[in-house]
């Protein structure tokens, strides 16, 4: 399975609410199944990751969703039905509007390659929480302290 990706036109919602265009795209890696990454163009230049749960986006339905530092919400934009997703950090917060249908087409896309009830059987666990548990590390011995 390769990576699968969408641009998408997205606007910055200003703490004024004047909203400024900027470029994004969606990527899906089947090698972290679990995962959408969003990847916009800030104005200086500069990538700007932020990387979620793909059933984040998915449960944008009828509800609000708040989950660590990034909310999804479903909104009537100017130019119809839009995805707000509010990304908080330590360093701010940015408000941004993403155009619902080609949104929900792209994870469409995505669930059709990598169902969510094969997800979990598709992450390697031990690459995962190797280091955490102690996997793979060399045991010391007493002669070697």
């Known amino acids: 399975m390769k990576e699968m990706s969408c641009d998408l036109p997205v606007l910055l919602v200003t703490s004024n609410g004047e909203r400024l265009p900027l470029k994004a795209h969606l990527n899906y890696d089947p090698a972290d199944p679990i995962a959408v990454t969003l990847v916009i163009r800030a104005e200086s230049g500069e990538f700007v990751r932020w990387t979620f749960a793909r059933a984040l986006l998915a449960a944008n339905g009828s509800r609000s969703t708040n989950i660590g530092d990034v909310r999804v919400q479903p909104t009537d934009g100017r130019k119809g039905r839009v995805m707000t997703l509010t990304l908080t950090c330590p360093e701010g917060?940015?408000?941004?509007?993403?155009?619902?249908?080609?949104?929900?087409?792209f994870l469409h896309r995505t669930y059709r390659a990598v169902p969510a009830y094969v997800e979990a059987g598709l992450i390697n666990w031990d690459a995962e929480f190797g280091a955490l548990l102690g996997f793979g590390v060399p045991k010391r011995g007493v002669d070697d302290v």
């Open 93 to 105: 917060r940015a408000e941004l509007e993403l155009p619902a249908q080609r949104v929900a087409a």
